[in-house]
């Protein structure tokens, strides 16, 4: 199947009068936002920058940015910021498309060849160039050394050596993987030795209909059974659940249903690797594959089949991730349950 990146667009002045600098902290003593002379960033659930708004000495709210462009009651001028695939901000243009600044970054983050300004940052979180660090809602991120500056909120299962490194971003792979909020997916082991697979998710699209709603929930269940996951037999059981107000924001998916060709330039059903974003074609191979397929890149297992001409390798089995129709095997399950893309946690 067909996985493409995630790309955003967002927008900020040209202008700035930056005084001293501030910061709002909820009951946690956790950073709610940055802000200067009352610039304050507006999170979505991704972790990114949605939206700044501004207000005035006097209180009044003088601008609001949501989407492409900003409009100011004190006449700033509107400009554009264009991201990559990652968030990060790469372009800055006119109203007329000219290209006023260009970005380029190293791997982890870094600008190259200019001081880097307050706003959108590396994958699109707030930098603060007082402190030279990303704030990614969870804890601080620095480009100059490509690591956290605290550990991960999230406890992390003790069996998997590649979680030792607390501190480490996008498990040490920046071109491939974003950190939206600091912290990973979960999969949690239960106290009975069995593993429970959970993908909280919002629907969308014209193809969302309760039928075929149903219809998706009933295909990754049937994903459940057991298999073997270190060398042990293990029962597995894999759901889809709804997005609550207790859902972590890194683990909230977003499907989009649609009746015929997806935005994809393929046309077919895809959703990113280690991501939280697919859109399906219901009207191929709905119930016949494509559903566990596209599930498991969402939860970080890649492709076996030759990419070249999009046909099964031989030598790879009847494995979903090989052929669609095909087998939900240990492959597909063990890459979610020990994949680099998950914080493993255990049932209390």
Do not use: C
Request: avoid cysteine; proline fraction near 5%.
């Amino acid at each position: 199947m067909a996985r493409r990146p995630e790309r955003r667009r967002s927008s900020r002045s040209s202008k700035s009068s930056r005084l001293s600098p501030g910061r709002a902290h909820d009951g946690r003593s956790r950073e709610a936002a940055s802000f200067f002379v009352g610039r304050y960033p507006i999170e979505g659930i991704s972790g990114t920058l949605n939206g700044i708004w501004k207000r005035g000495r006097d209180g009044m709210l003088n601008w609001i940015v949501l989407t492409l462009a900003m409009a100011s009651t004190d006449g700033e001028v509107v400009t554009y910021v264009h991201t990559d695939a990652l968030g990060s901000p790469v372009a800055i243009t006119d109203s007329n498309g000219k290209v006023i600044e260009r970005f380029t970054y190293e791997p982890y983050g870094s600008v190259v060849g200019i001081a880097a300004a307050d706003g959108p940052g590396y994958s699109g979180h707030v930098f603060d160039s007082t402190t030279g660090l990303n704030y990614m809602q969870q804890r601080y991120y620095s480009p100059e050394i490509g690591a956290f500056l605290s550990v991960d909120p999230v406890a992390a299962y003790g069996g998997k050596s590649s979680l030792f490194n607390r501190y480490g971003y996008a498990n040490s792979s920046p071109y491939n993987f974003v950190d939206p909020d600091g912290r990973v997916p979960v999969v949690t082991r239960m106290k009975d030795g069995s593993v429970k697979i959970s993908f909280p998710t919002k629907f969308s699209g014209d193809g969302a209909t309760p039928k075929n709603i149903a219809t998706f929930k009933e295909q990754v269940a049937s994903m459940s059974g057991t298999y073997d996951i270190g060398g042990k037999e293990t029962r597995v059981t894999v759901e889809v659940t709804d997005i609550e107000r207790s859902t972590p924001r890194a683990a909230r998916n977003e499907i989009k249903l649609v009746n015929g060709e997806t935005s994809h330039r393929s046309g077919r059903s895809f959703a990113e690797l280690g991501g939280k974003k697919g859109e399906i074609n219901v009207l191929d191979r709905f119930d016949k594959g494509v559903v566990p397929h596209e599930v498991s890149h969402l939860g970080g297992v890649d492709d076996l089949y030759d990419k070249t001409t999009g046909l099964p390798n031989p030598a790879r089995g009847d494995g979903i991730m090989n052929r669609v129709p095909g087998v939900v095997d240990s492959h597909t399950i063990g890459g979610i349950v020990d994949g680099d893309s998950a914080v493993q946690k255990r049932e209390r």
